[in-house]
């Protein structure tokens, strides 16, 4: 066992300081050290996608990085895009078209939709189901999860528009 | 029902649990942390099968951070046995799973021993360093093979043989006209929930109380297995439900783990988690399906149907656990589906082999018996020259026949019968809505190099399994409602379905009642989700419930309002009296417990039944299938929340495809499973079907439950295989392929193709 080290790095906005061994995985930092409990693990290996957080605006796997690589970067998790209380564009769309039922895929896929609709709010169906087929999903059969990606695209597009205004 | 402007039950509410879920908020078993905890990992063995000669942890008792190392002579000189939960035939008994093993490894994942250390990695490094010595004996991995018996008293590997049936199949078949017998097989695979298993033990030494965290689907029939195994009393054992990651028949039965952990908690007076990785779960947690079947159908020279007979073939790897034998049975019991057969003989036999054992994953041997008739039927209709949806017509049981009864075709189940519904107009709507007539030219033709099939498949399917469920309904002091129930919690949307069931009932916002489910702290007993029958039991005692606290409530009121019941009525969690004068039910709960206990009693089984049609393409230059277009029709009886029915509908319809195209849990002749990784067991992604359609319809309520549903969950899936299969061979007629075994990869159509190209040249 080599000791643990101290890392800097942003999460949800806020900096901050987590003590972690050198082999600890991103998502374990998040869970285990920050509670930030939301990015679920479901293979540990980098396919199932549930554990996709954004480190400085890119999808990433939390499984397959080390916290040690997120050092100085900026991480959004699932608790980053909106509460329960003020859910998101994005988030609101899945509650409506009923894009989540036992609900343990769903922050991977909102993480990944929300990297995606940030850089490309104008996406189209085929280009979100590529990108939305690295996230697996068990209940829902991914329909109303493409669906409600493609009406949260409005939000996006006017966030670009807001911007560049 | 009181008059409210709008019921719930009946829309499309949007769920309850959706807030949580979507924020990161929800609570699974994995999040569970409290002080002092520890972690434990597996050792599983590596080999399929093997004498264990001896086993040497003690470099892992030396490292840092470990706490023990438990083996099965650390539990006792008996080992705990889990017990079988449904289906218990007495043929079973001595083939069900030791919670360790001692003497012999029979499958690749059986637990050997458990670490527990101060954290989830130093437990998984010290696994490693565990020395065994195995004396490696053959592999049993498919029928037949009886030279290397698994069990010591067993003179093969066959567990359970049975003969059943109705009417006089034999004198059907010798008076028939025509008469065909084929094979098929559907490949083990599993239901592959996103959340893995786990869950956290807590001991109190001092008060002699353990509470399991992470348990779900029959946590009162767990604590009571649980109990038994660490000689406790019930009383002593609390099972907590928290949020569930998708449940689909394989999670929540008794496991290994769920003794192994809690004696570890014990032992150690420590707070104890396990969390299974996706590894381990692909070959601890039930396989399913692995059913083989002869078929046979005799008819008249017309189509119509004389006799059925069915050798079902069950792999029900190495051990019989909690399900027993319901996979092959319900394989058996639904061969004739929802056809007039008068005369059905059918067989059932249950080998065992050195793979993980099986359990029931969603529309368990539902999803096997109609690939196997449905794929028979199409071979029958194309020899007598009779189209293929006519074929069916004929045969579908018509209104007037039922209640129809199916009696006999499961040895341990009473008398059952189809219920109610019009089988022939779902079967006509299906048919309607993939464009059937319109698109029968294209059967088999070839266009832009891809061969077009159009496949049907119908089906009838059984839910709502008794015997009983409990709910209690609680008027908080703030007017709030808070509704405990037997039921469990799987992924489903229960908490929003049974909210909108009391919210109608009690005339009180949705948003107002908390939903309670599944823990064993809740009711005295709860029997749990399991069988399509969360909503049918489930639901039902929440109705009587909330029936009884409404009487309840009127009561009060009538007393504080002193105007009497038939004067009031209930609009907005208030009560209102015809004079105008008013309270809330928020007053009245301030000065009164309010608080009524509901309960369903049931044990006649409700039938769903539906028709599903696929329209594919087969590329022959590589096997590859696209589904163009794919329709569900289900009469569900009622809906109570049409979206989620609806997403049941879809979500198991892909699942469904999953099992025809991709599932597939791969082992060698070794008995080692090949693709125990997501890399390697492949399941749809969100690009593999992109057109789907679902129709839900309420045609007929059922007759057995106040609320009129009949299971929904399982409609979806259980004709996947046969609708598919059956487009994939139509597509396929021309060049003279026929299909038998799933999965339908490329490389077998492939092949199937390549091989009836050769068998037309040899002829030639």
């Known amino acids: ?165 | 029902m009181s008059d409210v402007a709008k019921l719930l039950v009946g829309s499309a509410v949007e769920r309850m649990e959706d807030a949580r879920f979507l924020s990161g908020s929800g609570y699974f078993a994995d999040d569970l942390a409290v002080e002092g905890m520890l972690h434990a990992a597996i050792l599983r063995s590596p080999i399929a099968h093997a004498r264990i000669a001896s086993i040497d942890a003690s470099a892992a008792l030396a490292m840092p951070g470990i706490h023990a190392v438990i083996t099965a002579h650390d539990i006792g000189d008996t080992i705990p046995i889990i017990p079988l939960r449904l289906a218990p035939l007495p043929e079973f008994e001595p083939f069900r799973q030791p919670v360790i093993a001692r003497d012999k490894v029979r499958y690749v994942g059986e637990p050997i021993a458990i670490v527990v250390a101060d954290s989830r990695a130093l437990a998984e490094d010290a696994l490693e360093t565990i020395g065994i010595e195995f004396d490696a004996l053959s592999a049993v991995t498919e029928r037949g093979a009886s030279e290397t018996p698994l069990f010591d008293f067993a003179k093969d590997n066959v567990a359970l043989r049975y003969d059943a049936g109705f009417g006089d199949a034999d004198a059907a078949f010798a008076s028939a006209h025509y008469v065909r017998t084929e094979r098929f097989s559907v490949q083990r695979h599993t239901a592959l929930p996103m959340e893995t298993r786990g869950m956290l033990a807590e001991w109190n030494s001092l008060a002699g109380r353990l509470v399991v965290t992470g348990a779900t689907k029959v946590t009162f029939y767990n604590r009571r297995a649980l109990a038994q195994m660490l000689g406790l009393r019930e009383d002593d054992i609390d099972l907590i439900e928290i949020d569930v990651g998708g449940g689909f028949g394989v999670r929540g039965e008794f496991y290994p783990e769920d003794f192994l952990i809690p004696f570890a908690a014990r032992k150690l007076a420590r707070p104890v988690k396990w969390i299974e990785d996706r590894r381990e779960h692909l070959m601890a947690i039930n396989h399913s399906r692995d059913v083989a079947c002869e078929l046979s159908l005799a008819c008249r020279s017309d189509g119509m149907i004389l006799g059925l007979r069915g050798r079902v073939f069950a792999d029900m790897g190495a051990y019989i656990r909690t399900n027993g034998g319901v996979v092959p049975a319900k394989a058996a019991q639904f061969l004739p589906g929802p056809y007039r057969i008068p005369h059905v003989s059918v067989s059932v036999e249950a080998f065992m082999t050195n793979k993980t054992p099986v359990g029931t994953y969603r529309g368990p041997g539902r999803f096997e018996a109609n690939f196997f008739r449905e794929r028979l039927i199409d071979m029958a209709a194309i020899d007598l020259g009779i189209d293929i949806a006519e074929f069916r017509r004929k045969n579908l049981i018509t209104e007037q026949e039922l209640p129809y009864p199916i009696d006999g075709l499961v040895p341990y189940e009473g008398p059952t019968s189809y219920d109610t519904g019009d089988y022939v107009e779902v079967f006509e709507r299906a048919l309607k809505e993939i464009g059937w007539f319109e698109k029968s030219h294209l059967q088999g033709k070839l266009i832009d190099g891809v061969r077009h099939g159009i496949g049907l498949g119908c089906f009838v399917e059984s839910g709502g399994a008794g015997p009983k469920e409990n709910a209690a309904l609680t008027l908080e002091k703030d007017g709030s409602l808070t509704v405990a129930v037997g039921s469990s919690v799987l992924g489903q949307g229960l908490e929003t379905v049974l909210g909108q069931i009391a919210s109608d009932t009690l005339s009180i916002p949705f948003d107002r009642i908390r939903v309670l489910h599944g823990s064993t702290t809740l009711l005295d007993e709860g029997f749990g989700t399991y069988h399509s029958r969360a909503v049918v039991m489930g639901g039902s005692a929440v109705l009587d419930a909330a029936t009884r606290l409404r009487e309840k409530i009127l009561q009060q009121a009538s007393n504080h309002l002193g105007r009497p019941n038939s004067e009031l009525k209930i609009v907005n969690a208030n009560v209102i009296a015809d004079n105008g004068a008013s309270v809330s039910f928020a007053a009245l709960a301030a000065g009164h417990d309010l608080q009524a206990d509901g309960t369903f009693s049931n044990d006649v089984r409700t039938y769903s039944y539906g028709t599903h049609a696929a329209h594919v393409t087969v590329d022959p230059r590589t096997g590859a299938v696209k589904v163009l277009d794919y329709i569900a029709v289900e009469d569900v009886g009622r809906a109570i929340n049409p979206a989620i029915v609806h997403g049941q509908a879809i979500g198991a319809i892909v699942q469904g495809l999953g099992g025809v195209f991709l599932d597939h849990l791969i082992y060698d002749e070794q008995g080692q499973l090949l693709n125990a990784s997501l890399a390697d067991y492949l399941v749809p992604t969100a690009s593999d079907f992109p057109v789907l359609r679902a129709v839900t319809l309420e045609l007929r309520p059922s007759p057995s439950n106040p609320l009129g549903a009949k299971g929904a969950g399982e409609g979806g899936i259980v004709a996947v295989a046969a609708a598919t299969a059956n487009a994939v061979a139509a597509a396929l007629a021309p060049l003279n392929v026929e299909i038998h075994h799933l999965p339908l990869t490329p490389p077998r159509l492939w092949r199937l193709i390549k091989n009836a190209r050769e068998r037309t040249t040899n002829a030639a």
């Open chain 1, 1 to 165: 066992m080599i000791s643990a080290r101290a890392l800097r790095l942003t999460v949800n906005g806020t900096q901050t300081t987590v003590t972690v061994e050198p082999r600890t995985t991103l998502a374990d930092a998040l869970r285990n050290e920050l509670r930030l409990t939301g990015t679920h693990l479901g293979c540990e290996h980098g396919v199932c996608g549930a554990c996709t957080v954004i480190v400085d605006g890119a999808a990433m796997r939390g499984c397959l990085m080390l916290a040690a690589q997120a050092e100085g970067r900026e991480v959004t998790t699932v608790e980053g895009l909106g509460s329960a209380a003020h859910l998101s564009a994005l988030q609101l769309a899945f509650r409506k078209h009923h894009a989540l039922q036992c609900g343990f895929c769903t922050a991977g896929i909102l993480t990944t939709a929300h990297a995606l609709l940030t850089d490309e709010p104008h996406a189209g169906e085929d280009r979100i189901r590529e990108v939305i087929s690295g996230n697996l999903c068990r209940c829902t059969g991914y329909l109303p999860i493409i669906a409600a990606i493609m009406e949260a695209r409005i939000a996006y597009s006017d966030v670009q528009c807001e911007a560049a205004q």
